[in-house]
């Protein structure tokens, strides 16, 4: 049996790491996917190993049963559907298993979505043979969510084949999610989000596992209707960062900075609730959009002049944001920064394609 799941990435478009800190961000999933696919075994296929394909970047691991059996303290004692974070315990028995694959320095940020995949796998069907393969059309650690695409993914995935859920195959092997199931998802995809990013705010996997946009503020979500066109240009700087390092890194100069920083996390909240409002107000002419594509310009702007004071920026997000100002386009970085991929916003009156943002959640 295999089952096949997909989960896509998304954009901020305000509010990135101010949402780690309680302000409100809002969000969108856009049309490039993680996929991965799961399956267990045959008796006839004699073969007693959990196996992790990463098809992105050319690597393959295998952990014969009797190793995670020996290595993972509590094997067997979780349930799938109630998750839970990783212990102190499994997740140095998990790093330890990930040490002994002599990742190359260049591939050590791997490290963290390899620690994922085996705290979900196991969590969720303990030490069972399996091969689970993942390829994504998303730039990894650029700032469009690949991790939490991963994580919904695999635990769509996951779940879909775990005894305790007793999902039905309905039209042509197609399974339909639930609202509960849903959530399940999601929760899982957090944990997951958890082993790669330290301190999550849970905006990512949510988008990527409700899908369309949202709006996000302490973990509670609101679902975002508009009839307003929006187009994005998504640019990506190629510069390599990491989320957890840039989330930490606010997180000091937060410690550091009190009661300014609160400001800047206060000044982010309303920006995204002006956003909010802005694109869910009804559009009756061209004027009206016009009007409201230059409100939100300011506002993208305004967001990553605090993203600066955030010290998350980078000098190829400038040289972007100078490139585009020459036209009069709005700017910002999506993500956690320091590099990775900045939006543009495309208005109306320059037509082009840009990458339009789309409905879609995950799929399995
Ligand atoms: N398709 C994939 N294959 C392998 N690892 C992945 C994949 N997608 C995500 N990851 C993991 O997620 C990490 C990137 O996550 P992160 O730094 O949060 O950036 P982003 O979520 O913006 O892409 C990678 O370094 C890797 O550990
Ligand atoms: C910086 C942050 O707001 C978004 C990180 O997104 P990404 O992993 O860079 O795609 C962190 C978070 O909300 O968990
Ligand atoms: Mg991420």
Known sequence: MEVRARAPGKIILAGEHAVVHGSTAVSAAIDLYTYVSLRFPTPHDNDDALKLQLKDVDLEFSWPVGKLKEVLPELGI??????????????????????????????????????????????????????VVVTSELPLGSGLGSSAALCVALSAALLSLSDSLKLDFGHQGWQTFGDSELDLVNKWAFEGEKMIHGRPSGIDNTVSTFGNMIKFRSGELTHIKTNMPLKMLVTNTKVGRNTSALVAGVSERAARHGSAMASVFKAVDSISNEVVAIIQSPVSDDLAITEKEEKLGELMEMNQGLLQCMGVSHGTIEAVIKTTLKYKLATKLTGAGGGGCVLTLLPTRIGGRGMEISFSGFSS
């Open 78 to 131: 979780k349930s799938a559907s109630s998750p839970s974070s990783c212990s102190l315990e499994t997740t140095k028995a998990i790093a330890s298993l990930v040490e002994e694959l002599n990742l190359v320095d260049a591939k050590l940020g791997l490290a963290s979505g390899i620690s994922a995949f085996l705290w979900l796998y196991t969590s969720i069907h303990g030490e069972k043979p399996a091969k």
